[in-house]
């Protein structure tokens, strides 16, 4: 009861705090170093952070691999394929990776030593590196990454869906219950 009256007698100003806040986060939407900003931490998230850079790194892949298989070189394929990766850190970690294999390293150690990439990826574009088959062992990953990001959907669908279902539950009961106080208390009205 309390709660109601608070917000009818300030509703005006309630409303007025919406609308900004709404305004607020459609401008920070809008600022490429907001979102920028935003995103690097999500990707420091527990469980959106590691889909999120799946994701990433499935990206990269999939354009590496389109790329060398095009028959573009090594270098320059890698600097194209790190303009599909959004987050700064991962880029700035690419592009050491880049200056590593210019200066005669293979991609697999480079990515070993500099980038955050899991060992089943490094360990296909090894096996790429030797086979003479990179575009190939690429797509593989690219195609791994995607599945395991689906995988990771999924989990969090799952987790996400008993936590939504006791936030409705919670809200129609607190619907309820203001409903059941609002009518009893009509029979404390004196006549």
């Given at each position: 009861m309390g709660t109601g009256t608070f917000f009818n007698e300030?509703?005006?100003?309630?409303g007025a705090t919406i609308a900004i806040v709404i305004l607020l986060l459609y401008r920070l939407r809008q600022l490429p170093t907001a979102r920028a900003v935003l995103y690097e931490a999500a990707l420091r998230l527990p469980l959106v952070g590691i889909w999120l850079a799946e994701g990433e790194i499935g990206r990269w892949t999939s354009m590496l691999a389109t790329l060398l298989g095009n028959r573009v070189p090594l270098v320059q394929s890698m600097t194209l394929a790190r303009g599909a990766v959004h987050s700064e850190?991962?880029?700035a970690s690419l592009a050491q990776v880049e200056r590593a294999v210019r200066g005669g390293s293979t991609l697999?150690?480079?990515l070993d030593d500099y980038a955050a990439f899991d060992a089943t990826t490094?360990?296909?574009i090894n096996v790429g590196e030797r086979t003479g088959n990179l575009a190939g062992m690429l797509r593989s990953a690219a195609t791994l990454c995607q599945e395991s990001g689906r995988e990771r959907l999924k989990q969090l669908m799952t987790l996400?869906?008993?936590a939504a279902i006791l936030l409705i539950g919670s809200v129609v009961g607190t619907i309820v219950i203001a409903v059941f106080l609002a009518v009893s208390s009509i029979?404390?009205?004196p006549l």
């Open positions: 300030h509703l005006s100003m309630i850190r991962l880029k697999a150690k480079a490094v360990s296909l996400i869906e008993p029979n404390d009205i």
